[in-house]
């Protein structure tokens, strides 16, 4: 299962967005997910189905869970931050504000490391409304 302290209902395109997921067994405990890998995908709703993630508008994908414990991730008790804001020279545009505004569906998936057995658990999907920036702040 998991848990996230900021919903993907709706987000603003360019924004900082900023996803926390909680990854908890069947009774809500922390699970640790050391060594496991953490993927997030949007997609457009006509694009389901084809097995493939080359379609996805937004994924964040294998991000190892090995090496991100730090002040804001503690993967030990199943805690994990993932961001997609511009780079700190606001050189390279983030994968956020290439994302047309529009109705996408998302997931979010866990997999654990091939020691454990390699499964894979769709913490949670639904669906995400992507809005236009008003303000064009630097």
Not at 24 to 42: F, H, K, N, R
Not at 73 to 101: E, F
Not at 120 to 127: I, Y
């Amino acid at each position: 299962r998991g848990e996230n302290d900021m919903p993907l209902t709706n987000l603003v395109k360019g924004d900082d967005w900023k996803f926390i997921v909680n990854v908890t067994d069947d009774a809500g405990s922390p699970l640790d997910v050391t060594g496991g890998s953490l993927w997030i995908t949007m997609k457009n709703k006509t694009d389901l189905g084809g097995g493939s993630d080359a379609t996805a508008v937004f994924q964040v994908k294998d991000l190892d869970l090995q090496d991100v414990n730090d002040a804001e991730n503690d993967v030990i008790n199943g805690k994990v931050v993932l961001r997609a804001r511009r780079d700190s020279a606001g050189t390279s545009p983030p994968a956020n504000t290439l994302v047309a505004a529009g109705s996408y569906v998302y997931d979010v998936q866990y997999m654990t490391s091939a020691g454990q057995g390699s499964s894979v658990a769709t913490l949670e999907l639904g669906t995400v409304n992507i809005q236009e920036q008003v303000t064009e702040a630097a």
